[in-house]
Structure formats: structure tokens, C-alpha cells
């Protein structure tokens, strides 16, 4: 049973950087498709970046495009969101998930296994 971790979250000041990571256990990553999502406060969870198995194949939403980039490792059994430029909307609990599918490419749907979420906080 494939089991995600998420790290590396805090507290950081507008203009900021956090690189993520989601470390997994009981499966290698190498099969899954990874997501990065999000959840603010009141606020519904939304996808904010996606890898393929290969690597070759990302998506981003837009609010995080060109600042946001997302990395696997598979050798480390990781899969990373670098974060720069950060800003106080980018304030919440960011969750890594893996879709076994095997799809060549990637998207926010088919999403299988979760992390328990780590705690970005952004201030102005």
C-alpha cells in the first residue's frame, strides 16, 4: 500500500521560497502519476501542479505558473514543488497524491492515494 508524506512547509514572508516534498513508503513512485494539490481556508482544494511517470509531462494552474516548479525523483522516491515568489494567496495545506493509472500524461483527476498535508503560510 503505496503511503505519501508531504515536508518542508512553514511559515514564509511574501516574495519567499519553499520547495515541498512528498516522500513515499510501501511502493515506489516510478508507477504513479504525482499531483500537487491545495486546500486554503474556506476555500475548496484545488490541483496545483501535476507530474507524469516519465517526467517529460507537467501542468500547472495558472495562479502558479512560472513560479511553481514540480521535480521527481525517482531514484529517492520523491517528488518535489519548488516555490518561489511566493504570495499570501498562496497560504494553505498542500497534499501531494498519486493516480495509479498509468497514463502517459498527467491531470488533477484519478487520484488515489493521499498525504496528510503540510502547512504553507505566506505573510504579507
Known amino acids: 500500500q503505496l503511503q505519501l508524506v508531504e515536508s518542508g512547509g512553514g511559515l514564509v514572508q511574501s516574495g519567499g521560497s519553499l520547495r515541498l516534498s512528498c516522500a513515499a513508503s510501501?511502493?515506489?513512485?516510478?508507477?504513479?502519476?504525482i499531483g500537487w494539490f491545495r486546500q486554503a481556508p474556506g476555500k475548496e482544494r484545488e490541483g496545483v501542479s501535476c507530474?507524469?511517470?516519465?517526467?517529460?509531462?507537467?501542468q500547472y494552474a495558472d495562479s502558479v505558473k512560472g513560479r511553481f516548479t514540480i521535480s521527481r525523483n525517482n531514484a529517492k522516491n520523491t517528488v518535489y514543488l519548488q516555490m518561489t515568489g511566493l504570495k499570501p494567496e498562496d497560504t494553505a495545506v498542500y497534499y501531494c497524491a498519486a493516480d495509479p493509472s498509468g497514463s502517459y500524461y498527467c491531470d488533477y483527476q484519478g487520484m488515489e492515494y493521499w498525504g496528510e498535508g503540510t502547512l504553507v503560510t505566506v505573510s504579507s
Open positions: 507530474i507524469s511517470i516519465s517526467g517529460r509531462y507537467t
Open positions: 510501501g511502493s515506489t513512485l516510478e508507477n504513479y502519476i
